[in-house]
């Protein structure tokens, strides 16, 4: 069988309607009589191991904004005007050389696209998704789009387009198009001034609208790494594993900070709207596992009587705007699985293994058992086996003010246990400017901080932050439409909550890596993981990079790995969570109690988004900026030797957070 790549996650080698994956199911619907239907089981179909990409194959997103106060360029209009540009580009080059000295012009080259526009008529083409709308859940069918409106209209759009006319589904053309991909994007943003000079006025007329940034269509996922380099693999920091059948009521207390967290919970002001950018079950499958579960698990009756849209409490929402379709992520991505090397290394890979559509289900009932009082909605950013685009999360966090006024609520907390394919720290140089890295690779060794290593560097900072700005962006956006003026203080009404990773394989790195995007972003909240001993967890990347004061580190769950090529496995002190599907990945064990054992950052986010949400209910309607929150929830960081060691390896202070069960 031929093999294909996917960077966060690996493409099984077939092309779009292949029989290999037509075996690949959903989270499994009951059948009447509560149980799961046999044809809607994973298949048991094997996959040889793939090469690494970790963006789709042959797509990119434009970013436009109007020059001055004009409307937004459509989609066609975007695709004529850069088209021109890119064609003048491939013809006389960028305004501005390389230098040679820098070793961009190996990253600028362009020989390769010119030959694969040379019989083209257009490289940007209209992206298609050959789908139809979910009947249940997020509604109408998601264009190739997103639009960020504000009180006058609709101010910056974000077109995505595919590269060429055919899909990019077969394994050469994959690899060619991942090429392509990374020098156009580079060549544009590298000549973003002259191109905006010229559509504004000068040679290419009138066109009124500007570039802001040019990126691939990153892919996501649940702790997003990759395996480019050997020594990155396996997320989130274990596999979910079985719990004990018998009946449990497993909830997080936070000793030293009792009295704190009580005192947060005894007055809450004005309650806080929590949303959870992840997998997601239907509906119906919420109602079914909650009819199974709820009898012998007390949190699945919470999440199962709050979710019950006939309930006068109704708290907790799923598959709800902006939820994505699930068919829309199936479209384009249903031969992606998430890249967890030490599985895939492994001849003829079993893929029910990574059949993970529990993921948000199981940090949102954590937000749950955390945050009492939060109205909770999860929506589906990622597709069952915990992959996604960027497309996706864009589209889901461009609808999320509409979702608060639509609720009637002012104050939003975004978990994201997830992450963007972009590899962190020194290895984004390698991978997106290899020709550069070449030059600055002694800056890069053993750097706690790529942008303070490569502070002289203007042009690879501005290309690299370039690649990745269309989220960045994004989240500016959210906080200036949701935010207002308060007396004289801005106050953002939003705070991002992102995990930070799980590249650091079995503690081996002798610097664990920086935190992931969007984690890694100076206004995010990064959570770190440490074990149930205080220390950094073996899994974790960094909470923080430039150590600001925006990193937080908690318990995220032990792991083990039993051999050294070995996939990790929960510890002697799992992160419990609840857990809707019939069965267990891996072995296939009968899920009897509703309860599953994991470990990862992906769990250490939600109790962070939890504790936030606490807080800033407790408040009042002065409210409170980001900083103001995230240093709330810092103060309450413990001091012990084991603390300050994990501070010092995650550049981020631990919080003390247990799970005790309190049935007998």
Avoid at 50 to 59: A, I
Avoid at 189 to 212: K, M
Avoid at 294 to 303: D, E, R, T, Y
Wanted: with cysteine; proline share 8%.
């Amino acid at each position: 069988m031929r093999k294909v790549v996917v960077g966060a996650a690996a493409v099984a080698a077939v092309g779009v309607g292949s029989r290999l994956w037509r075996g690949v199911r959903r989270w499994m619907e009951p059948a009447p009589n509560g149980g799961p239907r046999p044809e809607d089981r994973p298949g048991e179909r094997k996959v040889a191991r793939p090469p690494v990409v970790h963006y789709v194959p042959g797509e990119v997103c434009v970013v436009v904004a109007p020059a001055s106060d004009g409307r937004v360029p459509d989609y066609d209009a975007v695709a004529k005007g850069l088209n021109g540009e890119v064609e003048r580009l491939l013809r006389v080059g960028p305004a501005r050389r390389p230098p040679e000295e820098q070793g961009l012009a190996t990253d600028l080259d362009l020989s390769q696209l010119r030959r694969r526009t040379a019989d083209a008529t257009a490289l940007l083409r209209p992206l298609r998704r050959a789908t139809q709308p979910s009947g249940e859940g997020a509604g109408g069918r998601p264009q190739p789009s997103v639009v960020l409106s504000d009180k006058t209209g609709p101010r910056t759009a974000l077109h995505f387009y595919s590269l060429g006319a055919q899909p990019h589904t077969e394994p050469d053309a994959g690899n060619r198009s991942d090429r392509n991909v990374r020098t156009l994007v580079n060549l544009i943003n590298w000549d973003r001034q002259d191109i905006n000079r010229r559509l504004q006025g000068g040679e290419a007329g009138t066109a009124g609208w500007q570039i802001l940034a040019v990126t691939p269509n990153w892919l996501t996922s649940m702790g997003a790494e990759s395996d480019l380099w050997a020594e990155t693999d396996s997320s989130p920091g274990a596999w979910p594993a079985p719990a004990d059948p018998r009946p449990a009521d497993w909830r997080f207390d936070f000793p030293g900070q009792e009295d704190t967290i009580k005192r947060w919970r005894s007055r809450p002001q004005e309650p806080v709207l929590v949303a959870v950018l992840d997998t997601c079950p239907t509906r119906r499958q919420l109602a079914a596992a909650g009819a199974r579960y709820g009898a012998i698990n007390p949190l699945w009756k919470k999440v199962a009587a709050e979710a019950d849209p006939a309930s006068p409490g109704r708290k907790f929402f799923v598959d709800e705007r902006p939820s994505v379709p699930r068919e829309e992520l199936d479209a384009h991505l249903r031969n992606i699985l998430p890249n967890w090397g030490a599985e895939l290394g492994k001849e003829d890979t079993d893929h029910r293994l990574f059949w993970m559509p529990d993921h948000g289900l199981f940090a949102a009932g954590i937000v749950r058992d955390v945050a009492h009082d939060a109205e909770i909605h999860l929506l589906r950013v990622l597709n069952d086996y915990g992959v996604g685009d960027l497309w996706a999360l864009t589209t889901a966090l461009a609808g999320l003010p509409a979702l608060m006024q639509a609720r009637g609520k002012k104050r939003l907390v975004v978990n994201l246990s997830l992450g963007m394919d972009v590899p962190p720290g020194g290895r984004q140089v390698s991978f997106w400017l290899p020709g550069a890295a070449q030059r600055v690779a002694g800056l890069l060794r053993e750097s706690r901080d790529i942008r303070t290593s490569l502070m002289g560097e203007k042009d690879i900072l501005d290309l690299l932050d370039a690649s990745h700005g269309s989220v960045r962006i994004v989240l500016n956006w959210l906080r200036a439409e949701l935010g207002e003026e308060v007396g004289r203080r801005r106050v953002d009404n939003v705070l991002i909550v992102g995990a930070a990773g799980n590249d650091n394989q079995a503690g081996a790195m002798s610097i664990p890596p920086e935190p992931r995007y969007p984690a890694r972003y100076d206004d995010v909240l990064g959570v770190a993981a440490v074990g149930s001993t205080m220390d950094a967890a073996e899994y974790s990347n960094r909470g923080d990079a430039q150590v600001l004061g925006n990193g937080v580190a908690v318990f995220g769950g032990d792991a083990r790995r039993p051999a050294t090529d070995a996939t990790p496995e929960v510890g002697r002190r799992p992160v419990f969570g609840i857990f809707g599907s019939n069965t267990y990945p891996r072995e296939g064990t009968l899920n009897e109690s509703g309860w599953a054992k994991w470990a990862g950052t992906s769990f250490a986010t939600p109790i962070i988004a939890g504790l936030v949400a606490t807080y800033w209910a407790s408040i009042d309607s002065n409210g409170a900026t980001g900083q103001e929150l995230i240093n709330a929830v810092r103060g309450c960081s413990v001091t012990s030797p084991a603390g300050a060691s994990a501070e010092s390896a995650l550049d981020a202070p631990p919080l003390h957070a247990r799970q005790e069960n309190h049935l007998p």
